[in-house]
């Protein structure tokens, strides 16, 4: 599944195909992915410019001066920049055409999105769909002190917290287990309970994390626009994640995994108290 790293390389690499290109087609192949296509697409944005390619938690955010149109790329989506004249194959639900180049989606399980928010709707942040998410990972409102505050009577384990979203976006199962071990939190330890000195931690742990993560995928962007590309994410080197009985790469004990909620945690017992 596309994290927001995955996302915020693809934002990058597509970003200048997109900012101030004219809309001279929209192709839907499909009645909708996760919800149904917004009707009258094609004919609202044809021939308007693209003021910019924005990002909020996993959602792209194509700006225009009448609204905004808003991506997801679900479990399985990914977008490439193609010549117009490109071939579409059976997953390519959505393209949107840019004059000799297209951006499309591919979504072979049709999780994904495209939606419109019209300008006159108000500011898109107030979609329903991106209102009651977390502080961005990256961004100056992503703070120790947030963390603490919003956690002081929260008793759920610390990485359930953090997979919910709504303190912070883009920390999902891979760099919950990743940032937790960085920062030397045991994964069930009680959120409330953690300090604010801990929390500190945690969160240069996550900003190291996802910005690394980031930088990994800039290497490989190339993969995600090219017409042979691999729809595949990119491969990284993890602490703990995925590594179960494998040595601690700091101190050489069995990495262990449980479930937490649906999903597996990995964790190293004697680097996380
Ligand atoms: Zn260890």
Redesign the pocket.
């Known amino acids: 599944m596309p994290e927001l790293p995955e996302v915020e390389v693809t934002r990058r690499g597509v970003a200048p195909h997109l900012e101030g290109r004219i809309v001279t087609d929209v192709k839907l192949r499909h009645t909708g992915l996760r919800w149904p296509f917004p009707q009258g697409l094609a004919e609202r944005l044809r021939g308007m410019r693209v003021h910019s390619a924005g990002r909020r938690g996993k959602y792209l955010l194509i700006r225009f001066d009448h609204g905004t149109l808003i991506l997801h790329l679900g479990m399985s989506g990914h977008l490439r920049v193609l010549p117009s004249a490109t071939p579409a194959q059976k997953h390519d639900h959505f393209d949107l055409v840019l004059g000799d180049e297209l951006l499309r989606l591919t979504d072979p399980r049709r999780f994904g999105a495209v939606l419109w928010h019209a300008a006159s709707d108000g500011d898109v942040a107030g979609h329903m769909l991106l209102r009651g998410l977390g502080a961005e990972p990256l961004e100056a409102g992503f703070t120790a002190q947030l963390l603490y505050r919003m956690t002081r009577k929260r008793s759920a384990p610390i990485k359930q917290v953090l997979l919910a979203g709504d303190i912070v976006v883009g920390v999902g199962n891979i760099y919950a287990s990743e940032s937790l071990f960085k920062a030397g939190i045991n994964p069930r330890t009680p959120a409330h309970r953690i300090g604010l000195q801990r929390y500190e931690k945690l969160a240069q742990a996550i900003r190291e994390t996802l910005a690394a993560a980031i930088e990994k995928g800039g290497s490989t962007l190339r993969d995600f626009l090219a017409a042979d590309g691999q729809p595949g994410y990119f491969q990284q080197s993890y602490f703990v994640y995925d590594r179960a009985g494998s040595p ?1 790469r ?4 069995e990495v262990r995994q449980f479930r937490q909620g649906q999903r597996s945690t990995f964790y ?1 017992v ?2 996380q108290k």
């Open positions: 601690c700091i101190c050489g004990a190293c004697n680097c």
